[in-house]
């Protein structure tokens, strides 16, 4: 047990890092290279883990018998001025999760194809890899500021439209509180709605293995 608690803590912290690394390679190729100047795109986790998020929110959780692990890591800078078309913003944002998903379907398909050949061991660490990368994932995808479904949805809505403008005022709104607060409202939000995105983490975690 105490194995498995481990490693999922190291896939967390593998996962969270590529997710950030994935911002700062998409912010690079459309023309901010803001990320690469601050040595940020590099698997180094010296240079991507956060305190907090990386760390404390993850102990806490896990000490505190939270019924799902999650965290961040420091979080790659851009400059949205340099980024190249009009979904710069919004493939930047997007680049985290769609790194998450792309993993946890490399994964799955590894499980799909060899479970026959495959250890129980090693089904089961494959599967964790999924489920964490599809946790990430979805998470992130939540539109809340500072989550990165909070930019994905805001450039999709655009600011010509009276929905569109009042969501991008709510978004920065949100934002100008900060990460701490902003991860504590993110927090007080899954838990008040953690049995339905769970479901769905899990749905898409059956979809994509099969069991």
């Known amino acids: 047990m105490q194995t498995d608690l481990i490693f999922g803590v190291i896939i967390l912290i593998v996962s969270v ?13 459309l023309g901010d290279p803001t990320a690469r100047l601050q040595g940020r795109l590099t698997l180094n986790p010296i240079s991507h883990i956060d305190p907090i998020g990386s ?4 102990m806490l959780l896990v000490f505190s018998g939270s019924p799902f692990l999650i965290g961040y890591a420091k979080p790659v800078p851009y400059n949205p001025y340099n980024l190249k078309g009009k979904w710069g913003e919004t493939l930047v944002a ?11 379907a490399i994964f799955a398909i590894l499980i799909r194809a060899g479970s026959v050949a ?15 990368n599809l946790l990430l994932a979805l998470f992130n995808l939540i539109p809340i500021a500072p989550l990165d479904g909070s930019k994905v949805l805001s450039g999709l809505l655009g600011t010509r439209t009276v929905v569109g403008r ?8 949100l934002e100008r509180m900060g990460v701490f607060s902003g991860t504590l409202v993110i ?16 749905a898409a975690f059956t979809l994509l293995v099969g069991q």
């Open 94 to 104: 997007a680049a985290g999760p769609g790194t998450n998903l792309l993993l946890a």
């Open 187 to 202: 927090l007080i939000v899954l838990y008040l709605l953690y049995p339905y995105f769970s479901f769905v983490v899990q």
């Open 118 to 132: 495959m250890t129980t061991e090693m089904l089961t660490a494959f599967a964790t890899i999924v489920y964490i």
């Open 55 to 58: 760390i404390l929110l993850p």
């Open 166 to 173: 009042a969501y991008e005022s709510f978004r920065s709104s």
């Open 17 to 29: 890092i590529l997710h950030e690394v994935a911002h700062g390679y998409m912010a690079n190729y």
